[in-house]
């Protein structure tokens, strides 16, 4: 069965602060899909990144990276230079082959303050 | 272009009840999922169709729970004789199906509470 695991249910870090989120999953696939999703206090989820098991290369989109080692199973989050604006829960994600198009297994977020 | 809309935001109904929660997916968007958000249990696949596919129905909690999509678009998520437990906020999203990238575009929610 597959599984997500976030460990940390709240991190408060203080604006500038770098932070990371962790997120640790199971599956006996070999070919998986990993997510991160955001969700403001608005509610709506808010895609973040897709990246599949075959491709382990780091990923950087501005402040955001994400660190995917299929050796200790992890796909861990990092904000640079964290901002108010990024506080939300953050909800990491699994879903198995057939192009990410199935159900999606989700940890339990974590949720993210961001103190000015 | 238009996200994925969903009706009621907000709905509050007494216990024995039944509800019917309405998504509007992202046009084109062949494949549709409804997931169920509470307190304690995070995020939960309750049903997913893709296509003209036979629905994935596996992550209904119980019979109480139902849902259809009609003419490949639109899906009314049911629940009938509605307990407290059912008390959540139903998420629905949809994807571009087996051609696509995977990302799947959420709606903003209802929120169900049952008295």
């Known amino acids: 069965a597959q599984k997500v695991t976030q460990a940390q249910t709240e991190i408060s870090v203080v604006e500038k602060e770098d932070v990371t989120l962790d997120c640790v999953y199971e599956t006996r696939d070999t070919t998986y899909y990993l997510f991160w999703y955001k969700q403001p206090p608005s509610g709506e989820l808010v895609f973040l990144i897709r990246?599949?098991?075959?491709?382990?290369q780091n990923e950087i989109s501005g402040r955001y990276s994400w660190n995917f080692q299929k050796s200790t199973s992890s796909f861990n989050f990092t904000i640079t230079a964290s901002q108010v604006v990024d506080s939300a829960v953050y909800f990491c994600a699994l879903s198995e082959a057939n192009s990410g198009n199935t159900p999606l297994v989700f940890g339990k977020g974590t949720r993210l303050s961001v103190i000015a | 272009g238009a996200g994925v809309s969903q009706s009621p935001s907000n709905k509050v109904t007494e216990k024995g009840k039944d509800v019917e929660l309405r998504c509007d997916p992202i046009?084109?968007?062949?494949?549709l999922y409804w997931y169920r958000q509470s307190l304690g249990q995070g995020l939960e696949f309750l049903i997913y169709f893709q296509g003209n596919s036979a629905p994935d129905k596996s992550g209904l909690p119980s019979d109480r729970f139902s849902a259809e999509r009609t003419g490949g678009s639109v899906s009314t998520l049911t629940i009938q004789r509605t307990q407290q437990e059912d008390s959540a906020v139903y998420l629905c999203?949809?994807?571009?199906?087996?051609?696509?990238?995977?990302?799947?575009?959420f709606g903003p929610g209802t929120r169900l509470t049952v008295l």
């Open positions: 990246r599949n098991s075959f491709d382990e």
């Open positions: 999203a949809s994807s571009m199906g087996l051609a696509g990238l995977g990302e799947q575009f």
């Open positions: 046009s084109g968007h062949t494949a």
